[in-house]
T-cell receptor, first 114, second 116 residues
Framework: ETGVTQTPRHLVMGMTNKKSLKCEQHLGHNAMYWYKQSAKKPLELMFVYSLEERVENNSVPSRFSPECPNSSHLFLHLHTLQPEDSALYLC?????????????FGPGTRLLVL | AQKITQTQPGMFVQEKEAVTLDCTYDTSDQSYGLFWYKQPSSGEMIFLIYQGSYDEQNATEGRYSLNFQKARKSANLVISASQLGDSAMYFCAMRGNPYSARQLTFGSGTQLTVLP
């Protein structure tokens, strides 16, 4: 596999469920990101990890819990979500932090919360 | 704070013609990077082209070119010889230095439809 992969691609869950989204990057990058894309809204950055350490948390509700066990893997643990959390969740990675570093995205997970 | 503005919610272009997608930005950073991404209906965000704020030449990548006008704070994407497969959502984004470098700020996007 190459690039950035995400599983599952589609997820339907009830408000009481617990699920996890997985992201894996095969690019040797040091930084990984979670974004949320809701309908008719710009992408919103949720979390940033650098070298497995969380470096940014953009006021995301605690029902979203990220985990970065190593520089290649990033998880987003979901519990007691709300219907308004239904969105496309995109994972990205980049080599570093400078302005010219390109972020490469995975295919996303389409989440529907019932 | 950084801001990206894309004023065209939707654009139509005839196959094989060129199209320009507008993007203006606002930042107080001295050094920054500008990016364009394509998002087809499948959802994946595909990187197209990058322009650095200190680059004197406009960036080009195949059929994509970036018309960078620093004084006007604009970074328009030009797609030449449009193809049906170019139909997608296009996002302009920027990343600054130093403290805002982690965050890629996206515009609201332009939905491009290529007509046969």
């Amino acid at each position: 596999e190459t690039g950035v992969t995400q599983t599952p691609r589609h997820l339907v869950m009830g408000m009481t469920n617990k699920k996890s989204l997985k992201c894996e990057q095969h690019l040797g990058h040091n930084a990984m990101y979670w974004y949320k894309q809701s309908a008719k809204k710009p992408l919103e950055l949720m979390f940033v990890y650098s070298l497995e350490e969380r470096v940014e948390n953009n006021s995301v509700p605690s029902r979203f819990s990220p985990e970065c066990p190593n520089s290649s893997h990033l998880f987003l643990h979901l519990h007691t979500l709300q219907p308004e959390d239904s969105a496309l969740y995109l994972c990205a990675s980049s080599q570093g932090y400078t302005a010219e570093e390109t972020q490469y995205f995975g295919p996303g997970t389409r989440l529907l919360v019932l | 704070a950084q801001k990206i503005t894309q004023t065209q919610p939707g654009m139509f272009v005839q196959e094989k013609e060129a199209v320009t997608l507008d993007c203006t930005y606002d930042t107080s950073d001295q050094s920054y990077g500008l990016f364009w991404y394509k998002q087809p209906s499948s959802g994946e965000m595909i990187f197209l082209i990058y322009q650095g704020s200190y680059d004197e030449q406009n960036a080009t990548e195949g059929r994509y070119s970036l018309n960078f006008q620093k004084a006007r704070k604009s970074a328009n994407l030009v797609i030449s010889a449009s193809q049906l497969g170019d139909s997608a959502m296009y996002f302009c984004a920027m990343r600054g230095n130093p403290y805002s470098a982690r965050q890629l700020t996206f515009g609201s996007g332009t939905q491009l439809t290529v007509l046969p």
